[in-house]
């Protein structure tokens, strides 16, 4: 397939370009994915020289890999050659008649044949904008293909959703639209589909009549940092629930498709995501928890609303837990457990797949044994920052007797293995480059996704709450335990040893 394209990069010099894309093009040119027929124009206000560009992409690659010799490379410099930079103000139509100018000339120098990628790495709010400037000024070209990539967040809620939406749609379609949640391009994340439905002994079990429940465990360790201002206006349930998790239990609760591409696997989630329960706000407020941070036991952490940016009496939630319902016929009534937070024990993500325990224990009345007893079979999805899975049995211990304990098979990514998996912003510039959509968000996806989401915020926003409730360093709120502890299970927590 052709892969040569023009990428114009709206707010090239934001932090996003110079931590993600900048790195991300250039390891797609290491590895020949992309070769000398390319170019990119990065443009924002600021009054930089195509030189001055150079340099920051050389700088962006060294911080990448922390490695300054890196950029000294013949192969570093020629592709920082292919970049070009153009001072642009996005309200302005006259700046996109520049901006096309230069487009044809790159076009034509680099024999890219009308192939064009627009990358919005800027506020949501000038999506619109910028998409009607491209189309209004000629800018999308008819002998080659045209593709929007836009970030999240993709609105507050479900009404903002859909003007920002309608705003897009209305210069591309939705096949030439690239949602980017970059979990999906983790490789942990796409391997779910592998396991559940390239394994006869998983695919088997995967169903209501084997597995008690999921968790899903999204946990970071840090507390909001820099960006605290971004939180106020956001929270956990906006920042992660409504994006990241959702896409997770849209995977985890699908029917088999038929075929495993783009448009098959997007039919599957948006119907898996149409059967998880729609609450009402009152069962909302039974099944969800919210918490936000406050010092830690030894008083060496500010709590969230002593950070700067932050309001002394924010009401904003820096944690969520909650537990979904799937009414897809092969999981029907399996609930799946959610939490999210910052200044958690330990930063992992991991799915946990609880399975039903035996109707009937036949070691129970086994004399003189120390057991513990049966354990719940347990599937261990390690997504970061280690990458591998566990599976928990229940097996003959060591011992004279008959006792019965857990042991846990294992695997682990080497080092190596881990340092030859492409970055989830390089796997899906990659994907978008070739047009395969199936690891980026349709709108069903997301507009589905809000109006889950915004029942919840209904919910928490009729009543204050009562923060902080959960010390810096725990596992979040009393509350997300009870959630669990009610139903009689309990959160399940799995380090890779």
Same mark, same amino acid.
């Given at each position: 397939? %052709?892969?040569?394209?023009?990428?114009?990069?709206?707010?090239?010099?934001?932090?996003?370009?110079?931590?993600?894309?900048?790195?991300?093009l &250039?390891?797609?040119? /290491?590895?020949?994915?992309?070769?000398?027929?390319?170019?990119?124009?990065?443009?924002?206000?600021?009054?930089?020289?195509?030189?001055?560009?150079?340099? =920051?992409?050389?700088n962006?690659?060294?911080?990448?890999?922390?490695?300054?010799?890196?950029?000294?490379?013949?192969?570093?410099?020629?592709?920082?050659?292919?970049?070009?930079?153009?001072?642009?103000?996005?309200?302005?139509?006259?700046?996109?008649?520049? #901006?096309?100018? @230069?487009?044809?000339k790159?076009?034509?120098?680099?024999?890219?044949n009308?192939?064009?990628?627009?990358?919005?790495?800027?506020?949501?709010?000038?999506? *619109?904008?910028?998409?009607?400037?491209?189309?209004?000024?000629?800018?999308?070209?008819?002998?080659?293909?045209?593709?929007?990539?836009i /970030?999240?967040?993709?609105?507050?809620?479900?009404?903002?959703?859909?003007?920002?939406?309608?705003?897009?749609? *209305?210069?591309?379609?939705? %096949?030439?639209?690239?949602?980017?949640?970059?979990?999906?391009?983790?490789?942990?994340?796409?391997?779910?589909?592998?396991?559940?439905?390239?394994?006869?002994?998983?695919?088997?079990?995967?169903?209501?009549?084997?597995?008690?429940?999921?968790?899903?465990?999204?946990?970071?360790?840090?507390?909001?940092?820099?960006?605290a201002?971004?939180?106020?206006t956001?929270?956990? #349930?906006? %920042?992660?629930?409504?994006?990241?998790?959702?896409? !997770? =239990?849209?995977?985890?609760?699908?029917?088999?498709?038929?075929?495993?591409?783009?448009?098959?696997?997007?039919?599957k989630?948006?119907?898996?995501?149409?059967?998880?329960? @729609?609450?009402?706000? %009152?069962?909302?407020?039974k099944?969800?928890?919210?918490?936000?941070?406050g /010092?830690?036991?030894?008083?060496?952490?500010?709590?969230?609303?002593?950070?700067?940016?932050?309001?002394?009496?924010?009401?904003?939630?820096? &944690?969520?837990?909650?537990?979904?319902?799937?009414?897809?016929?092969t999981?029907?009534?399996?609930? =799946?457990?959610?939490?999210?937070?910052?200044?958690?024990?330990?930063?992992?993500?991991? !799915?946990?797949?609880?399975?039903?325990?035996?109707?009937?224990?036949?070691?129970?009345?086994?004399?003189?044994?120390?057991?513990?007893?049966?354990?719940?079979?347990?599937?261990?999805?390690?997504? /970061?920052?280690?990458?591998?899975?566990? #599976?928990?049995?229940?097996?003959?211990?060591?011992?004279?007797?008959?006792?019965?304990?857990?042991?846990?098979?294992?695997?682990?990514?080497?080092?190596?293995?881990?340092?030859?998996?492409?970055?989830?912003?390089?796997?899906?510039?990659?994907?978008?480059?070739? *047009?395969?959509?199936?690891?980026?968000?349709?709108?069903?996806?997301?507009?589905?996704?809000?109006?889950?989401?915004?029942?919840?915020?209904?919910?928490?926003d009729?009543?204050?709450?009562?923060?902080?409730?959960?010390?810096?360093?725990?596992?979040?709120?009393?509350?997300?335990?009870?959630?669990?502890?009610?139903?009689?299970?309990?959160?399940?927590?799995?380090?890779?040893?």
């Open positions: 397939m %052709d892969q040569r394209a023009l990428f114009i990069i709206f707010g090239g010099t934001g932090d996003l370009a110079y931590r993600k894309l900048y790195p991300s &250039f390891r797609l040119y /290491e590895k020949g994915y992309l070769k000398e027929n390319f170019a990119v124009i990065g443009t924002a206000r600021r009054p930089w020289s195509d030189d001055h560009f150079h340099e =920051v992409v050389l962006a690659i060294a911080d990448d890999g922390r490695d300054v010799e890196r950029t000294n490379t013949e192969m570093a410099r020629k592709f920082a050659s292919h970049f070009y930079y153009q001072s642009h103000n996005v309200d302005d139509a006259e700046h996109y008649v520049n #901006l096309k100018n @230069l487009a044809d790159l076009d034509a120098k680099y024999e890219l009308g192939n064009r990628v627009y990358y919005l790495a800027m506020a949501p709010r000038f999506f *619109g904008t910028i998409s009607s400037h491209l189309k209004d000024q000629n800018l999308l070209t008819e002998n080659g293909f045209n593709r929007l990539i /970030e999240k967040p993709f609105g507050r809620d479900y009404k903002t959703a859909k003007e920002l939406n309608d705003s897009v749609s *209305g210069s591309f379609a939705e %096949d030439q639209i690239f949602r980017i949640d970059h979990y999906l391009g983790k490789e942990p994340i796409q391997s779910i589909a592998a396991l559940r439905f390239g394994n006869q002994i998983i695919s088997s079990l995967w169903n209501k009549e084997h597995i008690d429940n999921i968790q899903v465990t999204l946990a970071e360790s840090l507390g909001v940092e820099e960006r201002g971004y939180y106020e956001a929270g956990a #349930l906006r %920042d992660m629930v409504q994006n990241h998790i959702m896409q !997770i =239990v849209s995977l985890l609760t699908i029917e088999k498709p038929d075929v495993y591409d783009a448009s098959h696997l997007r039919d989630k948006v119907e898996a995501l149409n059967n998880i329960q @729609l609450y009402s706000v %009152d069962e909302a407020k099944n969800f928890v919210r918490g936000q941070y /010092e830690d036991a030894n008083q060496t952490q500010a709590s969230y609303r002593d950070e700067e940016g932050t309001d002394e009496h924010s009401q904003i939630d820096t &944690f969520v837990a909650g537990k979904l319902i799937s009414h897809n016929p999981l029907e009534g399996v609930p =799946v457990y959610v939490r999210t937070g910052k200044r958690l024990a330990k930063k992992t993500t991991q !799915i946990n797949v609880v399975f039903k325990n035996l109707d009937t224990d036949i070691f129970h009345n086994v004399e003189d044994s120390d057991a513990i007893g049966l354990q719940d079979n347990v599937l261990t999805i390690y997504i /970061e920052p280690e990458m591998g899975y566990t #599976l928990k049995l229940n097996t003959k211990y060591g011992n004279q007797g008959y006792n019965i304990n857990p042991v846990h098979l294992r695997y682990r990514k080497t080092p190596e293995e881990k340092a030859k998996i492409p970055d989830a912003y390089e796997r899906l510039i990659h994907d978008a480059l070739r *047009g395969d959509k199936t690891n980026f968000a349709h709108w069903h996806e997301v507009s589905r996704a809000w109006k889950l989401v915004d029942v919840i915020r209904e919910a928490w009729s009543e204050d709450a009562n923060f902080p409730n959960y010390e810096s360093g725990s596992m979040g709120p009393k509350a997300a335990d009870e959630l669990l502890t009610n139903d009689g299970r309990n959160w399940v927590f799995n380090p890779l040893k």
